[in-house]
Antibody, heavy 121, light 106 residues
């Protein structure tokens, strides 16, 4: 069965960076886009961007250009997101989600459990 | 960006029918999807492409709409349906989500 297992919670200092992971299993990792979504406490969901592990292509929501960097390691079927120059506004839960694509369209069919990132001195 | 507007909260009794609406600021064709999120959990796909029921999701859930107006219907509602429901569009770049409708079962 498809599973997306994310890394554990992070407590990081303002101005630093953090790299969180999303390990995929149960499907061909290189055949599906992996997306990342932000959810601030009590708030809705915000799309960050995607990576296609098959060739490393990425696309970002303009809002997260320079903030998020997406990478993927095919050998371990793991996607990564690095967040840089962290501020309190980056404190949130971050989800990875697989994009199912078909001729009719595309949508998120599987989600990781989320990683809580807390930015605090 | 495409703004998706949802009513913030609803409260219904078990056995009732509930409709949750989502209005898009511009057409998204039928590339609208619905997710259920319970506290402390990840979102779960319920309906994709406006009206297609995801495998394993009870037939009590259904979706309809196209263009700018969409609805998620739960009939009949059960106590376990307490959650926040989000719509999400994948027609326009960037993908966007509604702010969520919190459903309370009385």
């Amino acid at each position: 069965q498809v599973q997306l297992q994310q890394s554990g919670a992070e407590l990081v200092k303002p101005g630093s960076s953090v790299k969180i992971s999303c390990k995929a299993s149960g499907y061909t990792f290189t055949s599906y886009d992996m997306h990342w979504i932000k959810q601030q406490p009590g708030n809705g969901l915000e799309w960050i961007g995607w990576i296609y592990p098959g060739n490393g292509n990425t696309k970002y929501n303009q809002k997260f250009n320079g903030k998020a960097t997406l990478t993927a390691d095919k050998s371990s079927s793991t996607a990564y997101m690095q967040l840089s120059s962290l501020t309190s506004e980056d404190s949130a839960v971050y989800f990875c989600a697989r994009l199912r694509t078909g001729w009719e369209g595309y949508y998120f069919d599987y989600w990781g459990q989320g990683v809580m990132v807390t930015v605090s001195s | 960006d495409t703004v998706l507007t949802q009513s913030p909260a609803l409260a219904v009794s078990p056995g009732e029918r509930v409709t949750i609406s989502c209005r898009a600021s511009e057409s998204v064709s039928t590339l609208m999807h619905w997710y259920q999120q319970k506290p402390g959990q990840q979102p779960k796909l319920l309906i994709y492409l406006a009206s297609h029921l995801e495998s394993g999701v009870p037939a009590r859930f259904s979706g309809s709409g196209s263009g700018t107006d969409f609805t998620l219907t739960i009939d009949p509602v059960e106590a376990d349906d307490t959650a926040t429901y989000y719509c999400q569009q994948s027609w326009n770049d960037p993908f966007t989500f509604g702010s969520g409708t919190k459903l309370e079962i009385k």
